[in-house]
């Protein structure tokens, strides 16, 4: 989730009179409720956290949506849409199917172990051609 998204987030709970408590209970970080009061914005301290303690956003979602947050709920799924789309953005269609840029397999020329090129009429190879 990037800061703009996390701070959205944090304005919807706002704007809906959910404390910031109440989303830390649903996603099981009560006991840290104490730590994030003393921030100058515990609402965005808890999703940080939350974050990094490596929850999950359908975990999130989850919560916002027992919470009542169908707006909350909303923005993420945009957030993960637009996401998707910016990663499928990044792949190149191949002909073998899309693959990223870096994926793309790399062709390698295989000359006959005697470096000569056959000619179909049989006749010897131009020598500037070995």
Known sequence: MD??????????????????????EKLGMLTLAHLYQKCPSPCKSLLENYQLGGGQVEGLVEALQ????????RLLRQTELRDKTQITDSTVDSGFGSQSIEEQPQ???????????????????????L
């Open 3 to 24: 800061i703009e998204t996390l701070g959205k987030l944090c304005e919807i709970l706002a704007q809906q009179a959910v404390c910031w408590t109440q989303l830390a």
């Open 66 to 73: 027992s919470l009542g947050l169908n707006e909350g709920v």
């Open 107 to 129: 062709v390698e020329r295989v000359l006959p172990e005697d470096h000569t090129i056959a000619h179909r009429s049989g006749a010897a190879p131009h020598p500037l051609l």
